[in-house]
């Protein structure tokens, strides 16, 4: 079935994030309140003002790459090719048996493939215009996963690549989503992000939020009264998304629903008029036919920054009333992700529907005031069938997504 | 380094590291007669594998060498070589 | 229900040698060619040298000071277009509530001239690897993530709906406003301002592409470089700009008494899986989006009144582009005009796709095709109709445009005059 309203399903996830590699290793350690902040390995960081990241240990590019590709590949593009890889298994797809041009491909991006594009950089400005590599043309840029992945894959349906800042995630869910009511079988779809590299750090420091705490546990703290910024982190995550009819019909274990969606942009620094979050929000309830009563729990954006988490904690407060539904930001584990953040939190929303637990906020002492039920230190078991996400960017992009449980 | 003579280990290892090696083909065998295509580089792998051969031996090679003209290894060490003498005369 | 159909109504376009729709317009009428030498930096240790310049400066076009200095040149490009277009809409978007106004702004490669000029900052010349914080900018973040685009357009025009930037190569143009309709026609906005800018002529963007010989060696009469179907071609040459249009519903529009340029009547996307530079000769991922952009248009290939190509001036990219055009239009293809408005302005990379859209409208507008400029040697290869030199007069109610990118997206759209949208 297509159309407008037709289901769609998530039938696999493809996880890396700090706090562990793969959906499994993930979701135990995040339902377990484990972090997988610390000091910065990937470069010296102790001249920089802030030193802590969510990296991803023991990534081995080698081990599930070809060779072929290693040259021509960022971080983030080696991350989202292995990602991949592992949805489609984890969907239970073998690309092979689908019409190539029933498959397609959606990311969001933040920085493209930043750390190559230092070194090519370096090579332009110490050395000289012939030493830049022939790869450069693309290895850098903002669509190299959504390439290399439906090159990878025989993929050569409908694809596209979005850039939104941290809200991108879930705007390359929704267009996945688009494609595959308008006819598309398969799309593979979500985002990975990695710019932990000395010339990303100094771009991302030039945002003013990031938190300048050397300790791991303090450092990033979403609604916290003493929140003093972001921790930013590398990974995301890639999801399967099928016409649910025909997941079903293909025998797939249908993991979720991607409900509802909605989008904004909050106006202009210094114009006087408020945070266009609460609309996003409701567009996306309405647009998955939800009340508010029916949502169980809140997925929130915790930038960890005071002024922005009182305009979300204000906005979820206005929805769903105060404190009447809980919140939660795993993401306190694994450092904002960029794009990466939001669909890592969709799949771990489905992963809590499962295993009827909502993850834990690590390391907050709410603020009073926020009014907020925030899940705090430990899980909480939980009956979910509804469970909304929110996503925000640098710049007032807001993306909220409603997720519902498989059967 | 113009004194150098470019063999097919200096090939193997620079075409490993501006490329890599297609899982099917195994660079240690008897390659010199083996067209590029057939060992799995494509253009851009090419064009990477010639820049880097430019930058490390100090020569300029044409446009079309590797995409046209030298599309085995033997032809290629031929042509790199010839480039090299040239250089020292 | 009756299908929401999506229009055209306002538009600018900030091209080399045509700032301003009437100027590009006039440009590439005449069959005029906007590229020269290089001037924005010394290009001498490049292989490719030439490049399609905007004598362009956003201080010119009302930015403020703070604008301009915060916003890459691309960034400019996008706010100054995207505002006159909505000028040219006769909308009044302070009639609309703001969450139904969107922005979506195409680019392949975002804020890349003030990456590259801030890189040589803080890295002292390339000289640090762990680069030095104490001399960025405070809008180096701006730089890192495109996505600022977006809201600086967002800001300008006072849009507070959905907010993004399509980044899928050298397709972002024709995608974006793909994307930008397709919010139109679902009812997720009453008005999106969609548009491409692209600012590449920087020294890592001219490097890139000379390592892989992707962009013209020749240097002499800069005027004549970009030579798409001409068998003397040997590679693109870059461009910088930017397109904007307001998309509304068509009735809507039509209540308002808006001037409609044209429908947008069909749009697709596919990708080739095959290589992220390479192109396969027989272009069948082009010709099936071309293919299903005329099935949504609901046109038969005898409908296309022109063919506004890719032709980015490669001997792959035109001899793929024409097989394309021979597997999706059959027969057809050897009677309609092609032309490639890149022998003109250059390839801008992400803004050329919402700048041929432009073209294709004021091709329908005038009823006039654009010429392909210095094509002047046939390629026996590239057998079609490519408008050599000359525009032509004749009736233009249909246009096809193409677009072809890096990562392997090829993509198509279909604009219907608006004779030919009257049901």
Redesign the interface.
Known sequence: MTGASAPVAVTGLGVAAPNGLGAADYWAATRGGKSGIGRITRFDPSGYPAQLAGEIPGFDAAEHLPSRLLPQTDRVTRLALAAADWALADAGVAPESFDPLDMGVVTASHAGGFEFGQGELQKLWARGSQFVSAYQSFAWFYAVNSGQISIRHGMKGPSGVVVSDQAGGLDALAQARRQVRKGTPLIVTGALDASVCPWGWVAQLASGRMSTSAEPTRAYLPFDRDARGYVPGEGGALLVLEPADAARARGARVLGEIAGYGATIDPAPGSGRPSTLRTAIRVALDDAGAAPGDVDVVFADGAGVPELDRTEAEAVSEVFGSGRVAVTVPKSMTGRLYSGAAPLDVACALLAMRAGVIPPTVHTDPCPEYDLDLVLYQARPAELRTALVVARGHGGFNSAMVVRAGE | MTDKEFTLDDLRRIL????????GTDLGADILDTSFDLL?Y????L??TG?CI??EYGISLD?DTLTTDALTPRALIKTVNERLAAARS | MTERRVALTGMEVLAPGGLGRAEFWRLISEGRTATRGITFFDPAPFRSRVAAEADFCGLEYGLSPQEARRMDRAAQFAVVAAGNAVDDSGADLGGIAPHRVGVVVGSAVGATMGLDEEYRVVSDGGRLDLVDHRYAVPHLYNFLVPSSFAAEVAWAVGGEGPATVVSTGCTSGIDAVGYGAELVREGSVDVMVAGAADAPISPITLACFDAIKATTPRTEAPERASRPFDGTRNGFVLGEGAAFFVLEELESARRRDAHVYAEIAGYATRSNAYHMTGLRRDGAEMAEAIRVALAEARMNPEDVDYVNAHGSGTKQNDRHETAAFKKSLGEHAFRTPVSSIKSMVGHSLGAIGAIEIAASALAMEYDVVPPTANLHTPDPECDLDYVPLTARDQLVDAVLTVGSGFGGFQSAMVLAGPERSIV
């Open positions: 490993l590291q501006a490329a890599g090696a297609d899982e799995g494509e253009s851009l792998a064009l990477e820049a430019e930058r446009d």
